[in-house]
């Protein structure tokens, strides 16, 4: 058979057979010019100049039998070859006819719905409420997928609608109009497999990189063909997604495959080339497959362990599960523990640890299927580094992120850095072929480990998804390491030993973990608060009392506890212990204000008014609960536990405390606190939000908790009817003038009364209506002294709509403040400690604010008046007023719009021998006159040359009753004075007379004025 050449983009290809260069001619992968050349040619002929490939392509065209027909799907109307004769035109012979394969539309239109979902369910996280501007990792991998799902709902729906079949099989060939638009011949392809999984049973097909350039799309859709199948001379069918049995569509690539290869093969060794469909020297090594081996190790230890931690916990929260408590104590993750008292190695134990049987059934499930997808290609030195290094930044994630009062265990974090690996090792070429296969199992399951409206936490236990970050980082980097530093030509990875070291760094520290935790527990175990709710009383307060003289921070607490103790277990001397123990707390400092409630100084509602931030008031809540206990108030009772239980730290003794009183409650034939079935609700970072916990009785707690801070809220509480029965709210971020609201409602469900606790001391009782709105409000002190009542008048019954009065310790009102329904407000101010000189001062607002008068009721029963012409309708801008005990007025002044003023006195005793006295001053408020108007009605008047505009500086004059002038004296400015006097009696010979004086005082000169001129 004679060896054929041809030219391809520049370069020489070959040697080949004829039939194939026909078949690249007509499946259009070579243009009929293509220069070709075999030996016996002088020189390099176009291929369409050349009877003999005309002709064995009319020839093979005729030869060739027909196909099976494609069952299941296939097209019967395509199921054989056309016969080609010479007279077909080029176009005709370059159509690929063979048997056609069409996409499912049902399994299509799953794909797309499913794709969808995913698509609107990301979009809804992605816009919950606080995730604007959030920048967690979170919310970029929700976009990612939202993303990826959008890509796979596109490509559905163009397969949807389009008619063209998704593989065309012939004896030439492949048409993947997935791949490109263009034919795929049998000796392009240098590699054929068959990958099954349960999702999917795809064919895949290596092709030679020069044909797979020319025929696969150029646009963007190509790329990204290639990045998926991390080759550009890779393609892959999924049997699965068309109508045709996945066998037979199969059989008839692999039969078809072979053939040509052994024609091709036929013809190298008539020409003794050694090049075949196989490939050639540059192929990646065989793939080496190990054992599973570490995986199964790995599933056992941790196994062991959780067994360990069933055996030595000595609190279990339900059956299997272990206590936030027993997990810190046997190495969960602690940022306080790892800050403060430098307990790194938790970062190494915790991945050891799990919360519950869940828990570990599925990490240990989802291990041993990561194994089986990457432990076998990897060996089991890498695939160990990879899962411990993994789970150390899931630990250091999870106590970097979460906030500091969370425990932190399990090995998710290693788990899903596993999972991220096993994707990022899918692109190295030698596993092109199962590449797919690898992504798809681990995207199976580290999907919804990111996506935390996928896998929500269920009976209160929250998913770590700062962990599941934190490992996929860690993982993915060391994968990438792994990727970059392993050779093509090597079957196994490098630096085996190093990974080895690593893992065992990792072991022995977890190892010489023990020794810590084995002092911790041997501290934990010998807890007086096991013994207290084991029922053991003597050896509780025996346990607190050592407690309080091991610390001193927090002595005043255990001394509390051994009180509780003391007088559960009946002993007579607790409450003189107590008092013993007050001597060593400081009174003016929490918790004294504990030790007065059970001294019964305080009030449980007194207490809570003492308790000064959110941590002090949930400790007030959880005492107030033990004082109702203790006077056998059961109800009262558990209500407070359960606020106590959600708004208390987990860190808290009361805490514990509240739970453990809740479960005794129960199991003493009490009523069931709402606790028994649980569902929390998480935010897009995976942090609790909100809690619902359901009592057997259909009755309800909704907890409300601030994401950030993990702190709660609020604490609402319905019937098993749905009707709220009781709300309690909290302001752990300082956004409100109060610590806490506890609402009280009637048997429908409306609110009648509520209690807030306010941020300076004290509380505030607030009564409602029917309506809703608020009847009256009563303010105490921070010992329960009643400071304040505002009234409301709903009805309009009255001129006013709002009365506040204040009162002082000893009950008497201090102030009042009335608002009118005109807008209008009046404030009395009253002085019950005589500590002013007046008894009221009342003061009168316009409905804009301005004040208009002032009444002042003084000591010695006088009154001041003062008037303020706001509206500017009169000349003066106030008007005072002075009264005395009988109501008369004393003196007034009027202070005008020119800044002067006048003064006014009344003689109303009589004591005086004038009734009415008048200053004048001008605006620099300067004395400019002064009148005085006598008993006898005469007056004296005394005007001022303040202008210095006379000359003289001061005028006196005197008139009659009549006014008039009787006498005149001018005070001159050189000293002399002037008294000039009028006959207005026409006693005299004349009509005036004038005397001048000197400065000293002596008579200078006399002038009359005669009645009748001379």
Not at 239 to 260: H, V
Not at 488 to 509: C, D, K, L, Q, Y
Not at 569 to 575: K, P, V
Not at 619 to 644: P, V
Request: proline share 4%; glycine share 8%.
């Amino acid at each position: 058979m004679t060896a054929w050449f041809y030219k391809f983009e520049g370069q020489q290809m070959g040697p080949v057979s004829a039939l194939e260069i026909t078949i690249l001619i007509e499946s259009r992968q070579l243009a009929p010019n293509t220069l070709v050349w075999h030996e016996g040619l002088i020189d390099w002929c176009r291929a369409s100049e050349l009877d003999e490939l005309r002709n064995r392509s009319n020839d093979d065209l005729a030869e060739h039998a027909a196909l099976p027909t494609a069952r299941n799907g296939g097209s019967p109307t395509a199921s054989v070859w056309a016969r080609s004769t010479p007279k077909v035109s080029g176009a005709m012979r370059g159509e690929l006819v063979g048997t056609e394969y069409h996409y499912d539309k049902n399994k299509l239109l799953r794909v797309l719905f499913g794709a969808i979902a995913f698509v609107i369910l990301i979009a809804a996280m992605a816009s919950m409420p606080g995730k604007a501007g959030d920048d967690h990792p979170s919310l970029y991998i929700e976009l990612l997928g939202g993303l990826f799902f959008a890509v796979i709902a596109a490509t559905a729906l163009l397969k949807l609608f389009n008619r063209n079949p998704g593989l065309t099989i012939s004896r030439r060939g492949i048409h993947l109009p997935s791949y490109g638009p263009k034919p795929i011949s049998w000796p392009a392809i240098r590699n054929l497999q068959r990958v099954q999984t349960r999702h999917i049973d795809s064919i895949n097909f290596e092709l030679d990189p020069i044909i797979a350039d020319a025929t696969r799309r150029p646009d963007f859709r190509g790329l990204l063909y290639s990045v998926l199948h991390g080759s550009k001379a890779k393609a892959s069918i999924n049997m699965k997604a068309l109508r045709g049995d996945p066998d037979l569509i199969y059989q008839q690539c692999s039969g078809l495959w072979e053939k040509a290869k052994e024609d091709t093969s036929q013809t190298l060794s008539e020409t003794g080339s050694t090049r075949g469909l196989d490939g050639d020297e540059g192929e990646d090594p065989d793939i080496l497959v190990g054992r599973q081996t570490f995986t199964y190790i790995l599933i056992a230890i941790l196994a062991i362990v959780y067994a360990a931690e069933l055996a030595f916990s000595m609190d279990m929260s339900k059956a299997g599960s272990l206590s936030t408590e027993a997990l810190f104590v046997l190495g969960g993750t602690f940022q306080r523990s790892m800050v403060e008292y430098h307990q790194w190695w938790r970062l190494f134990t915790a991945p050891f640890m799990h919360g519950g049987p869940l828990h570990i059934g599925f990490n240990c499930l989802s291990l041993w299927f990561a194994g089986k997808l990457l432990e076998r290609l990897i060996g089991w030195r890498w695939f160990s580094a990879i899962f411990f290094a993994s789970a150390l930044g899931g630990s250091a994630a999870s106590v970097w992120i979460n906030p500091a009062n969370v425990v932190g265990v399990g090995a998710s974090g290693g788990i899903v850095g596993l999972f991220v690996a096993t994707i990022v090792i899918s692109f190295r070429s030698s596993f092109s072929h199962i590449a797919l296969a690898l992504r798809m199992g681990a995207g199976q399951l580290l999907l919804p480990a990111l996506m935390p409206f996928v896998s929500a936490a269920k009976n209160g236990e929250n998913i770590d998804y700062a962990a599941h970050f934190g490992g996929a980082a860690a993982g993915g980097i060391l994968a990438l390491m792994l990727f970059v530093s392993w050779p093509r030509e090597r079957p196994a990875p490098r630096f085996g030993w190093a990974a080895a070291m690593f893992t065992f760094f990792f072991v022995a520290i977890a190892i010489g973990s023990l020794w810590p935790i084995s002092r911790i527990y041997e501290t934990w175990i010998g807890d007086p608060m096991a013994d207290y709710f084991a029922d053991r009383y003597e050896s509780a307060a025996k346990g607190f009392t050592a407690k309080a003289q091991e610390t001193g921070t927090n002595a005043a607490y255990y001394y509390l506890w051994r009180f509780l103790a003391q007088k559960r277990g009946g002993d007579a001397q607790a409450l003189t212990a107590l008092r013993d123990a007050a001597t060593k707390v400081d009174a003016g400092k929490w918790p004294y204000s504990v030790y007065e409630l059970f001294f019964g100084k305080l009030s449980p509602a007194d207490l809570v008014a003492k308790a000064g931030n959110a941590d002090e008031r949930c400790e007030a809540t959880f005492y107030s609960a033990e004082w109702y206990l203790q006077h056998g108030d059961h109800a009262q009772a558990q209500q407070r536990f359960q606020t106590a239980l959600s708004s208390c730290p987990t860190t808290f003794l009361e805490y514990d405390g509240a739970k453990g009183e809740l479960g005794r409650l129960v199991s003493s034939g009490g009523p069931a606190p709402a606790m028994n079935s649980v569902q929390t609700t998480t935010d897009g970072r995976g942090r609790r939000t909100s809690q619902i916990s359901r009592a057997p009785d259909g009755s309800s707690v909704t907890t409300a908790f601030d994401a950030a801070t993990g702190k709660t809220l609020s604490v609402t509480r319905k019937n098993r009817a749905g009707i709220l029965t009781g709300a309690t709210f909290f302001d752990p971020l300082d956004a409100q003038p109060w610590l806490g609201v506890e609402q009280r409602f009637d048997a429908g469900g409306r609110k009648v009364s509520e209690t807030q606790y306010l941020d300076a001391g004290g509380r505030a009782d607030v009564n409602f209506a029917v309506s809703g709105a608020r009847t009256q409000i009563k303010y105490y002190t921070a010992i329960g002294i009643l400071a304040a009542v505002t009234d409301f008048d709903i009805a309009n019954a009255t001129a006013w709509r709002e009365i506040s009065k204040s009162f002082d310790p000893t009950g008497k009102t201090t102030s009042q403040v009335t608002l009118n329904d005109a807008g209008t407000k009046v404030q009395v101010n009253y002085d019950p400690a005589n500590t002013q000189t007046w008894a009221s001062h009342q003061e009168t607002f316009n409905t804009a604010g301005q004040l208009l008068a002032i009444e002042q009721a003084n000591d010695d029963d006088t009154q001041n008046l003062v008037t303020f012409d706001v509206a500017n309708t009169l000349p003066w801008t106030r008007h005072e007023q002075y009264k005395d005990s009988a109501g008369r007025l004393l003196n007034q002044s009027h202070f005008y719009d020119d800044n002067t003023k006048d003064v006014v006195s009344y003689n109303v005793t009589n004591t005086a021998t004038w009734r009415i006295y008048r200053q004048t001053y001008n605006a620099a408020g300067l004395l400019v006159q002064i009148d005085q108007t006598n008993d006898d009605s005469t007056h004296y008047t005394f005007t001022y040359d303040v202008d210095e505009e006379e000359p003289w500086t001061r005028c006196e004059q005197i008139k009659d009753s009549m006014n008039h002038t009787l006498t005149r004296s001018n005070f001159n400015d050189d000293g002399t004075r002037d008294i000039i006097r009028y006959d207005v009696a026409n006693t005299e010979r004349w009509a005036s007379k004038t005397d001048h004086y000197s400065a000293a005082g002596d008579l200078l000169s006399s002038t009359q004025l005669d009645d009748k001129p001379l």
